[in-house]
């Protein structure tokens, strides 16, 4: 039997204000459509994004109170468009998902009460959604919007982004495994910073990127900390201060010509320290993975996603080690790697027909691991663990 369902999705966890209209056609054997239905296709009908980089990039960084107020006044405006870019109307909607955790509380907040007042006026259900879960899953739904077969799970995913940075094994919509991750900053945050540095503005992934493109690797001697532990954990900030010291020394008394050449061989450098953290760091969590699920077995399938994803250069190269150990290799389209509302509305509705809705994720959580059961990598603190 075939059956349909359209979710608007909602993100607000950190600076994007996203809103997104996502149709499912599902696949099901019973007449209530909610329980053992198999996604068979995705169509994105809509898919806005409120940007707030131009608020932000005088700070080389996300002010936290200066994006709550901005989600309070687009939120709104960004539902609207994603419905009337969809041509639907609210009441055609059959589930709200809304990004509830983690991130910065005040965005968080705009978003769940938005989404909560939206639910109760239309009699809609509404479900709280994990953003990493979101970014864990774009893989799924970008297969899906392909027209693909369905990216089937158990799959082993690289998430790094602006906050988070961690391999996951994907079990199922809502089941996760940490197979370890950084222990300190992250790598977004690592280029954001280095972008800061070099003076070249806010987010620093897609300028660094295009500046590594006119520069050569191997200027510099970054560190790779943590690169010869046979772990997946890794460590991002020495790379950070590296970067800085270097600054430092060759910026001052450097002619313009010279500091542009410096930016572009910096940049090349530090990419390329990344992926090489990345490469080696994959090949351990692929090996562990391929030990656990599929020791006789072909089908292995690795994923990159979360915003530095949208790194070219970076993909390539998990790719190339993809192939070499055996591994399927996918990476959504760069507009489902950073926020966006699309992958919060898939989310959704997976774990929707996996489990229904549970009252309590839509609860505000800052800090929310997608592996509750793994000891937290980064101290607990008073708000919980980490990640
Ligand atoms: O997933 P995302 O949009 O937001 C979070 O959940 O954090 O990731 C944003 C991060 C930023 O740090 C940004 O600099 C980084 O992703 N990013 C990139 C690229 N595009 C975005 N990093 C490297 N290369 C890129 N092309
Ligand atoms: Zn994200």
Redesign the pocket.
Known sequence: MQKAMTILGIES??D?TAASVVHLSLETKTKDWKISSRISSAKILSSEIFSQNSLHENYGGVVPEIAARAHAENLDICVSLSLKNAELNASEIDLISVTSGPGLIGGLISGTMFAKGLSKSLGKPIIGVN?LAG?ALSPRLSEFSLGNPALEFPYLVLLA????CQFLEVMSPSKFRRLGGTIDDSP??A??KLAKLLGLGY????L??NCAKKGKINRFNLPKPLFKALTCNMSFSGLKAAAAREIEKNFQYSSEEKKAVFINDMSADFQKTISDIFAEKSKIAMTSFREKYYKNLTGLKFCVC???A??QS?RQCLENTSKKLGFEFFAPPIEL???NGAMIASAGAEIFLERGCIERELEIRSRWPLDTESAPLIGSGKRGAKS
């Open positions: 966890s950190c994007d953003h970014h982004s602006g906050g988070h977004g945050e280029f954001d987010p620093g992934g897609p660094i990127e979360g915003g530095v949208a790194n970076i790697c950073t926020d």
